[in-house]
């Protein structure tokens, strides 16, 4: 499923070896808060979604975050370089290891953790194999199976990889708008014609480690599975997300015990960029009760 990649070019951060692989990643906290040193705040984890760097959380998420006394740490999941690229395959159980041999590494456990999309997902499975690492849990467009238009999606997009066929620039920008953003974005002409110049810049060939994480196992069913998750868990939904219906995101917060949902209003399944001030203060409410 198409994810963003919304700066170019790499910020230099770095290289942790992790679950015998190599990690690109980043810890930030406020110097004039104390919390940029080693335990000098809280630690929160956050996950990417599939295609996208661990520098899109810059953006909004990284600065509300740290503005509130908390260290940040965000990474390039497997499959993102200059992480291991992992061309030739990966698991969902792969990113999991990942994530968890990096807050090892750290030794700044047990966590925050924050997910999207497919970081979602390894949230999701972080919270239930390692609750020893997970003080709370966040999934936004979270998900315990897909349904059938996302298994459908995901088999196109895998023959349109080995096709070998680029789309034109145009026709695939807007084909990522109505795909990720809410019609009350596409609604207002600023936003519209902004965010449709971004995916122009951004688009472009795929990697063969986006295109690895895209051919992960998308006939699943987690749900019974999440019965067994102990940590406090909250499941964020986006009114409008076409990739991620919120359906699939309530049912992750019906199946874990003790689990919250909440939906953000006209938001798509980039809601944390569209929606970044509502997505925030879910975000620091949650982690501050």
Not at 11 to 16: E, K
Not at 242 to 269: F, K, N, T
């Amino acid at each position: 499923m198409h994810e963003i990649n919304v700066m170019k070019g790499s910020m230099s951060m770095p290289l942790a070896t992790v679950n015998g692989i190599s990690l690109n990643y980043q810890v930030k906290g406020d110097r004039a808060k104390g919390t940029d040193v080693k335990g000098g705040g809280p630690l929160v984890v956050m996950i990417m979604g599939t295609g996208s760097p661990g520098r899109v959380w810059e953006l909004h998420q990284t600065p509300a975050l740290v503005a509130a006394g908390y260290r940040v740490c965000t990474f390039d999941n497997r499959g993102i370089a200059p992480s291991f690229e992992a061309a030739d395959g990966m698991t969902v159980d792969d990113l999991v290891r990942d994530t968890a041999g990096l807050i090892e590494f750290l030794d700044e456990g047990p966590a925050l953790v924050a997910g999207t999309s497919m970081g979602a997902r390894v949230a999701q499975e972080l919270a239930l194999a390692r609750p020893d690492l997970v003080r709370k849990a966040v999934f936004m467009a979270g998900h315990g199976r897909l349904d059938q238009f996302q298994k459908t999606l995901s088999l196109g997009e895998h023959e349109l990889d080995a096709s070998g066929v680029t789309l034109p620039a145009k026709y695939d920008a807007a084909l990522t708008a109505v795909m990720n953003l809410s019609p009350a974005t596409m609604a207002d002409p600023n936003a519209a014609r902004d965010w449709l110049d971004l995916f122009e810049f951004t688009g472009g060939p795929v990697s063969p480690g986006v295109r690895a994480q895209r051919r992960m196992d998308h006939d699943f069913d987690r749900l019974a599975a999440y019965r067994a998750i102990t940590v406090p868990c909250l499941s964020i939904g986006f009114a409008d997300d076409r990739m991620i219906p919120p359906y699939l995101s309530r049912e992750v917060a019906e199946a874990i015990p003790g689990a919250r949902y909440q939906e953000v209003p006209d938001a798509g399944h980039f809601g944390y960029l569209e929606r970044p001030e509502a997505v925030n203060k879910i975000l620091l409410d949650f982690f501050a009760a």
